[in-house]
C-alpha cells in the first residue's frame, strides 16, 4: 500500500517498492505489499490472467478515482454488464484482500505498541499500565476502592449479527495467517516447526481463496450459536481467567489487606439463542442447545486442562510432602501403578468425579471422558475446593511455581466460567409480554381482559399475583402457540438456571419498556416458570428483571418508571434479594433510529444522570447495561473512550456492553487481541469508577442546558428528513440493499420486528448496516451540523462555548470524535451512484439533495468547533486505514449497485444473488464496524 506522498501505488500481484511518507508505517505497508501480492499470484494461478487483469484494472481505476484523475462513472462503466461468473472472482479478491488488511493493521498495532514500550515511553492511555500509574497518582484510600468496586463487573455480551456470517475455516485460516505475519514481526523466516514462513502464507492463502466465504443457506441460530462459542477457544478461555487474576493481583498490591476484586470482574454473557424479540426461531429447544453447549465447551476445557495436569504433575511422595486433604483426595483413586504418585491420583479423582458431572448434566458428552464409579459436583464451587486443594498442596511444598502455572490458570477459569461457561440473557418486547399474560389470567379467571386496564389498575393486579404462590396454569392449560411457546422458553431458561447454576441465565430483558406493568408482566412470567418466589421468607429471585429504554421518550422517562416499581414493596423485595442490585439496560440502536445521532446520545446522558439520581434516592446498586453496536450510529467507537464519556457516578464498578458484528471478530478471535481490548474495558471502568473523569465541574449544569438545546435542534432537523419527508422510506429502500438483508439469508433474524414497512418497526441493524453498505452512513450524523450551525447562528462566541465544551469535557469530545470517524468512512460520491437505483427522479433529488446539504453542513461545523480540517487527527490509526484500504471498496460498491440493478430488474441467477451477499460481507469486512 502507499502513503499520501507516494506518486504510484502498487498493483495486489506486484511487491514494488513505493515512496516512503511516514517511516513508522512503513512496515505496515511492506506487509499489506506482501499479502497483497500473493493474493494477486493466487488469483493468477487460480482463475487466469483475465481475471487478475481485470482485477488489477479496477485496482488502478479505483486509485485513479481517489486522485481525482478520472470520474467515477468510468469505473461503474468497466462493471456494467459485466458476466456474473467474472464478477464473482473480482468481488471476492476485494473482500479477500480487506481481511488481509485487516491482519496486516493488527500486525502493526502490536508492533507500534512494542516500539513504545521499548522506547521507554508511558504506558499508553486506555492500558492497565496506564491506569495504575493514574490510581496511584490519586491516592485513593483502601476502604473507598474496596466500596466502589463490591460486586464489580465487567462484561462484554456476544450477540449475534447478521454480517458476520465467515465459516470457521475462514476464521481459523485467517488467525493461522496472524501467527505467521507475528512471526515475521519478530524477525523469523521459519515457523517454529521449521517451515518456509511466505511458503505458509501462501498455502493458506490459496486456502482461503478455495474456501467459500459465506454459506448458501440462511444462517441457522444454531449456526450463530457455534459462531458465538468460537471465541472461547480461539481466546475467551486463556485471556479471560488470565486477565481477571492480573487486575485483581494489581489491585491488592496497591491496596493490601483487602478483598478487592475478591470475584472475578470479568465475565462474559451472551444473547445467541436467548434474544427472541422480534425472532421467531428462538424456542424452548433452542435455549437448551444454547445454555448446553455453552456448558459443554466450558467442561471441554477443563477435561483439556486436567488432563494436561495429570501429565505435568508427576510429583512423587517418595520426595515431597502433600497435605491431609491432598492426601484424602488422592486416596479416593485407588491405582497402584500411581501409589507414589499423590498428585496424579487427585488428578484422577477431580476428571472423574467432572465426568459424573458431565454425564448428569451435559446433553453431549466431552471427548476424555474418567469413569471411577465416583460421585458427580454438585456445584462449580465443589470443583474448585479440589482444585484448591490441590494448589494448597504444592504450595505447602515449597511448589508455587507449578501452582501458578495451569493449574492456576485452571482455577481462574472454574471461578469465571464454572459449568455454565457464560450467562445468556433471556430478551423479549413488551407487546409480547402483553399478549401472553393477558391470555394467561384470563385462563386463569383472574381477569378476562388484562389488556383493556388502565395502568394503575394493571400495576396492582400483576403486584398482587407476583405476591402469590400459586400458578396461573397448570399442565392441561389450552394456550395459543405464543403463550405456549413462551412459557416453554422461560421453563427452559429455568431449567438451565437449576442444571448450570444461576449464573446461566442471569437477566431477563425487557424490550421497549415503556411503563412499570411491562416490568412485573415479566416478573409473572418468571413466577410461571418457578424462576421467581416473592411469598417465602427468603425471596428467590435468581434472575434479574432488566427494563430496556429504547426510544427517546422511554429514556426520558426511565429513571421515573424505575422509581415506580421501587416503590411497590413486592419488587422492591426483589431487588433486595439480589443484594439490592438493579440492572438498566439502554437502547442506543433504536433511540438513534427514533431521533438521530446527537439526540440520543444526549438522551443517554441525560438518561443515566437521571438513573443515577434515583439509584442514590432509593439505595439500590445501578448497573447500567449499554446495547451498543459496532457503528457509531448505534453507539460504537472506541470502548475506552465512550466508557470514560458517561456521566459521573454511572459506571460504579459494573459495566455491561453488547458486542457485535465484525466488531466481535476485529476484538476477540486472537489472544493478544483480546487481551489489549478487554483490558481496556477494564481500564475505563476503574478509571470512570474511581477518578472524576467528566472534567465539568461546577459548570456541568451550563454545559447541559447547551446539549439540551442542541439535542433537540438536532432531533427536528433528524425527523424533518427520516419521519416527514414523502417518499423517505422508499428512497431508503430503492437506495440501499435493505430489502435485500432480509431476502438473501443473511442471518436467523427477520430484518423488522413486524410486517410493515414503517421506520419505526425495522431493526436497528439493518437500518444502519444498508446505511453503511450505500457509503451514506446517515445514522452517525445526520441533524448534528443542522444543530450546531443554528446554535451559533454566526455568533462567535457561542461558537466559543461549544469548542471549551469539546476541549474540557470526554462527553462532547467522544461524540464529535466518533461522528468524524463516520464522517471519513462516507462516501456521497459513492452514495450517488446507489440513489441511482431510485427510480423516480423527483423523489431521488428531493432525498438525496438534503443528504449531501446536510454531510457538507456537518463537515464544517466539525471543522469550526475542533479547529482541526483533518476528520481523523485525533485518530491517526484510522487515518491510515481510511486512506490505505478505502480504494479497494471501490469496486465492491460499484459491483453491489450493479448486481442490485439486475436483482430487482428479475435476474434470478443464484450467482447474482451471491455476489451481492459476498459484497456485503466484504464491505463489513473492511469498514469493520458496519453493525
Known amino acids: 500500500m502507499a502513503d499520501s506522498t507516494d506518486s504510484t501505488l502498487e498493483p495486489i500481484g506486484s511487491v514494488q517498492r513505493t515512496n516512503v511518507g511516514r517511516e513508522a508505517t512503513e512496515p505496515m505497508r511492506e506487509d499489506i505489499r506482501l499479502l497483497g501480492a500473493i493474493l494477486g499470484d493466487t488469483v493468477r494461478e487460480q482463475n487466469g490472467d483475465n481475471i487478475f487483469d481485470l482485477v488489477e484494472k479496477a485496482r488502478v481505476e479505483s486509485f485513479r478515482i481517489r486522485r481525482s484523475e478520472i470520474d467515477r462513472a468510468e469505473l461503474a462503466d468497466l462493471f456494467r454488464d459485466i458476466d456474473v461468473h467474472q464478477a464473482i472472482p473480482v468481488i471476492r479478491a476485494f473482500t479477500h484482500f480487506a481481511l488481509l488488511a485487516n491482519v496486516a493493521e493488527d500486525i502493526h498495532r502490536e508492533r507500534r505498541r512494542a516500539v513504545h514500550e521499548a522506547a521507554g515511553e508511558p504506558p499508553q492511555d486506555s492500558s492497565l499500565a496506564a491506569t495504575y500509574r493514574k490510581l496511584d497518582g490519586a491516592q485513593l484510600d483502601a476502604s473507598v476502592v474496596t466500596a466502589a468496586l463490591t460486586g464489580a463487573l465487567v462484561s462484554p455480551v456476544i450477540t449475534a449479527h447478521p454480517t458476520e456470517t465467515r465459516r470457521r475455516t475462514v476464521f481459523d485460516t485467517q488467525h493461522h495467517i496472524t501467527e505467521l505475519m507475528r512471526l515475521r514481526l519478530h524477525g523469523h523466516t521459519r515457523t517454529d516447526g521449521g517451515r518456509d514462513i511466505e511458503t505458509e502464507l501462501r498455502r493458506h492463502i490459496l486456502t482461503l481463496w478455495q474456501t467459500a466465504l459465506v454459506r448458501l443457506s440462511r444462517l441457522k441460530i444454531s449456526d450463530e450459536i457455534e459462531t458465538g462459542l468460537r471465541y472461547y477457544p480461539a481466546a475467551f478461555l486463556d485471556v479471560i481467567p488470565r486477565v481477571n487474576a492480573e487486575v485483581r493481583d494489581a489491585l491488592q498490591q496497591r491496596w493490601p489487606g483487602t478483598q478487592v476484586l475478591a470475584q472475578p470482574i470479568l465475565r462474559p454473557g451472551s444473547w445467541i439463542g436467548g434474544d427472541r424479540d422480534g425472532n421467531p426461531n428462538v424456542t424452548a429447544e433452542v435455549v437448551r442447545l444454547a445454555t448446553g453447549r455453552a456448558a459443554y465447551t466450558a467442561f471441554d476445557h477443563y477435561f483439556g486442562e486436567i488432563c494436561a495436569l495429570e501429565q505435568e504433575l508427576s510429583l512423587s511422595s517418595r520426595l515431597v510432602r502433600t497435605s491431609q486433604e491432598m492426601t484424602a483426595l488422592a486416596d479416593a483413586c485407588a491405582e497402584p501403578a500411581r501409589s507414589d504418585e499423590p498428585y496424579r491420583r487427585a488428578l484422577r479423582v477431580i476428571h472423574a468425579r467432572l465426568t459424573a458431572t458431565a454425564m448428569r448434566i451435559l446433553d453431549d458428552q466431552p471427548a476424555l471422558e474418567l469413569d471411577l464409579g465416583l460421585e458427580p459436583y454438585e456445584t462449580p464451587e465443589q470443583l474448585l475446593a479440589d482444585l484448591d486443594t490441590v494448589d494448597a498442596s504444592l504450595r505447602d511444598?515449597?511448589?508455587?511455581?507449578?501452582?501458578?502455572?495451569?493449574?492456576?490458570?485452571?482455577?481462574?477459569?472454574?471461578?469465571?466460567?464454572?459449568?455454565?461457561?457464560?450467562?445468556?440473557?433471556?430478551?423479549?418486547?413488551?407487546?409480547?409480554?402483553?399478549?401472553?399474560?393477558?391470555?394467561?389470567?384470563?385462563?386463569?379467571?383472574?381477569?378476562?381482559?388484562?389488556?383493556?386496564?388502565?395502568?394503575?389498575?394493571?400495576?396492582?393486579?400483576?403486584?398482587?399475583?407476583?405476591?402469590?404462590?400459586?400458578?396461573?396454569?397448570?399442565?392441561?392449560?389450552?394456550?395459543?402457540?405464543?403463550?405456549?411457546?413462551?412459557?416453554?422458553?422461560?421453563?427452559?431458561?429455568?431449567?438451565?438456571?437449576?442444571?448450570?447454576?444461576?449464573?446461566?441465565?442471569?437477566?431477563?430483558?425487557?424490550?421497549?419498556?415503556?411503563?412499570?406493568?411491562?416490568?412485573?408482566?415479566?416478573?409473572?412470567?418468571?413466577?410461571?416458570?418457578?424462576?421467581?418466589?416473592?411469598?417465602?421468607?427468603?425471596?428467590?429471585?435468581?434472575?434479574?428483571?432488566?427494563?430496556?429504554?429504547?426510544?427517546?421518550?422511554?429514556?426520558?422517562?426511565?429513571?421515573?418508571?424505575?422509581?415506580?416499581?421501587?416503590?411497590?414493596?413486592?419488587?422492591?423485595?426483589?431487588?433486595?434479594?439480589?443484594?439490592?442490585?438493579?440492572?438498566?439496560?439502554?437502547?442506543?440502536?433504536?433511540?438513534?433510529?427514533?431521533?438521530?445521532?446527537l439526540a440520543a446520545n444526549w438522551a443517554l446522558y441525560r438518561a443515566e444522570l437521571d438513573l443515577v439520581d434515583s439509584a442514590q434516592r432509593t439505595g439500590i446498586r445501578l448497573r447500567l447495561f449499554h446495547g451498543r453496536g459496532g457503528t457509531v450510529g448505534r453507539g460504537g467507537g472506541p470502548s475506552y473512550d465512550a466508557i470514560l464519556a458517561q456521566p459521573p457516578g454511572a459506571v460504579k464498578g459494573s459495566l455491561r456492553i453488547t458486542e457485535q458484528g465484525e466488531v466481535i471478530a476485529a476484538k476477540y478471535a486472537e489472544p493478544r487481541i483480546a487481551h489489549r481490548n478487554l483490558e481496556t474495558l477494564l481500564a475505563a471502568t476503574l478509571e470512570s469508577t474511581l477518578l472524576d473523569v467528566e472534567g465539568l465541574g461546577e459548570d456541568a449544569e451550563d454545559a447541559y442546558r447547551v446539549l439540551d438545546d442542541l439535542a433537540a435542534r438536532a432531533q427536528r432537523a433528524y425527523a424533518e428528513l427520516v419521519h416527514e419527508t414523502p417518499g423517505f422510506v422508499e428512497y431508503f429502500k430503492a437506495s440501499t440493499p435493505v430489502s435485500e438483508i432480509g431476502a438473501l439469508n443473511i442471518g436467523s433474524r427477520p430484518t423488522s420486528r413486524k410486517p410493515t414497512t414503517a421506520i419505526s418497526d425495522l431493526r436497528a441493524i439493518p437500518w444502519v448496516l444498508a446505511w453503511s453498505q450505500s457509503r451514506v452512513m446517515l445514522p452517525g450524523w445526520y441533524g448534528t451540523g443542522t444543530a450546531f450551525e443554528q446554535f451559533v447562528a454566526g455568533d462567535d462566541t457561542k461558537l466559543e462555548i461549544l469548542r471549551d465544551l469539546y476541549n474540557r469535557w470526554p462527553f462532547f469530545r467522544t461524540v464529535l470524535s466518533n461522528m468524524a470517524q463516520v464522517l471519513s468512512k462516507s462516501d456521497l460520491g459513492l452514495a450517488a451512484r446507489y440513489s441511482e437505483l431510485v427510480a423516480d427522479e423527483e423523489l431521488r433529488a428531493r432525498v438525496f439533495d438534503k443528504i449531501v446539504d446536510e454531510h457538507e453542513r456537518t463537515v464544517r461545523m466539525h471543522g469550526l468547533i475542533t479547529g482541526q480540517d483533518d476528520l481523523l487527527a485525533d485518530n491517526p490509526a484510522l487515518a491510515r486505514s481510511v486512506f490505505n484500504r478505502f480504494p479497494y471498496l471501490e469496486p465492491l460498491n460499484h459491483l453491489q449497485v450493479e448486481l442490485l440493478r439486475r436483482y430487482r430488474s428479475g435476474d434470478d441467477d443464484e450467482l447474482v444473488q451471491r455476489g451481492i451477499l459476498l459484497t456485503m460481507s466484504g464491505l463489513a469486512s473492511a469498514l469493520r464496524n458496519s453493525g
Open 397 to 597: 511444598n515449597g511448589s508455587a511455581v507449578l501452582a501458578d502455572d495451569r493449574l492456576g490458570r485452571l482455577r481462574e477459569a472454574v471461578r469465571v466460567f464454572g459449568f455454565h461457561l457464560s450467562g445468556l440473557d433471556m430478551r423479549q418486547n413488551s407487546e409480547v409480554h402483553e399478549q401472553v399474560i393477558s391470555e394467561l389470567l384470563a385462563w386463569a379467571g383472574v381477569h378476562p381482559d388484562y389488556a383493556s386496564l388502565p395502568e394503575e389498575a394493571r400495576v396492582e393486579l400483576l403486584a398482587a399475583e407476583i405476591g402469590t404462590r400459586r400458578p396461573l396454569v397448570g399442565p392441561g392449560a389450552e394456550l395459543s402457540e405464543l403463550a405456549a411457546k413462551e412459557l416453554g422458553i422461560v421453563r427452559a431458561a429455568a431449567r438451565a438456571v437449576k442444571v448450570f447454576g444461576p449464573q446461566a441465565i442471569p437477566n431477563y430483558i425487557i424490550s421497549m419498556c415503556q411503563s412499570v406493568s411491562d416490568m412485573l408482566e415479566a416478573a409473572v412470567l418468571l413466577k410461571e416458570a418457578g424462576l421467581l418466589d416473592a411469598t417465602a421468607g427468603a425471596v428467590y429471585a435468581p434472575v434479574g428483571i432488566v427494563p430496556l429504554f429504547e426510544t427517546i421518550d422511554d429514556l426520558q422517562r426511565g429513571s421515573a418508571i424505575l422509581e415506580a416499581a421501587l416503590d411497590l414493596p413486592v419488587y422492591r423485595a426483589l431487588v433486595t434479594a439480589r443484594g439490592d442490585q438493579q440492572e438498566v439496560m439502554l437502547g442506543y440502536s433504536d433511540s438513534n433510529k427514533d431521533g438521530g445521532y
